[in-house]
């Protein structure tokens, strides 16, 4: 007498647009990282060199030495986006591993937001004002101080603005990033990850 063959689990239209989502995403990050990897060291850096050695006394060690290894920095974000659509496309086709490493990766993107709004509130201004100064010196006639005063205190504003956003944002994609890995550990969503063989 024959068994018949195991049922399989029914695929959820949740892991499936998520995995949908973040394969758009990450091609999208692997493109971008790309450009940058070939538009940094080319374009930026000297750029990015002038304003270092113009207002090097102003800037923190920490805002020197991400400046000094952005190029590296690029690439390790690259790694990751092929990391990320290695593990998407491992959660489409309901592999284990990838649904494993998925919620790994998942787990670094929390992190990453918390250290991006970190990082955004305490060096943005700094690097703002630093390349305003860059632009004063490099103008042929110099702004008198007050209006010079006046273009840094508007700038400050504006990223006040901007740091309560990012602040804000942050914490929506990490709570949202929470919801998708508890539903990822779920025993339900768990069960289309077990091969029929083992399920039966």
């Known amino acids: 007498m024959s068994v018949p063959p195991p049922i399989p689990v029914a695929r959820s239209t949740f892991v499936s647009v998520v995995a949908w989502i973040f ?8 493109l971008i990282t790309l450009l940058d990897s070939f538009l940094l060291p080319r374009v930026f850096m000297p750029m990015l060199q002038q304003m270092r050695s113009a207002t090097t006394p ?3 060690p920490f805002l020197n030495w991400y400046l000094g290894h952005i190029v590296w920095l690029c690439y390790l ?10 593990a998407s496309i491992g ?12 919620i790994g990766l998942i787990g670094v993107d929390m992190v990453f937001q918390l250290m991006g709004a970190a990082v955004q509130w305490s ?7 630093a390349t305003l100064q860059t632009q004063f010196a490099s103008m042929p006639q110099s702004l008198p101080a007050e209006q010079q005063a006046q273009m840094l205190q508007m700038m400050d504003s504006m990223m006040v603005v901007t740091r309560i956003f ?5 914490a929506a994609l990490i709570v949202l ?24």
């Open 23 to 30: 394969i758009g995403l990450s091609s999208l990050m692997i």
């Open 177 to 200: 990033f929470a919801w998708i890995i508890k539903r990822l550990c779920s025993a339900m969503i768990r069960r289309e990850f077990v091969p029929p063989s083992i399920a039966a």
């Open 91 to 102: 959660l489409l086709k309901r592999r284990n591993w990838g649904r494993r490493l998925f």
């Open 77 to 86: 974000m690259l790694l990751l986006s092929i990391a990320h659509l290695l």
């Open 123 to 129: 060096l943005a201004g700094p690097i703002q004002h």
């Open 58 to 60: 102003a800037l923190s």
């Open 166 to 170: 990012s602040l804000i944002f942050a």
